[in-house]
């Protein structure tokens, strides 16, 4: 005999896994950011604008 679907413990269930990949995935990224940053500390990042710069208005 079949067992009983039970569809909200399996959608937690890759809900749970998803988020924990999101996360793992993020951090990742983060730690190849400052990595990347420790070894070229003169360089500009894209995160950090200098003053007086703003972003350019796409015209579409």
Do not use: C, H, Q
Request: charged share 45%; proline share 8%.
């Amino acid at each position: 005999m079949a067992r009983k679907p039970n569809y909200d413990f399996e959608r937690r269930e890759r809900e749970r896994l998803k988020a924990i990949k999101v996360a793992e995935k993020a951090e990742a990224k983060r730690a190849a950011r400052e990595k990347a940053k420790a070894e070229s500390p003169g360089a500009e990042s894209a995160d950090t604008a200098a003053p007086g710069d703003e972003p350019v208005p796409d015209k579409g």
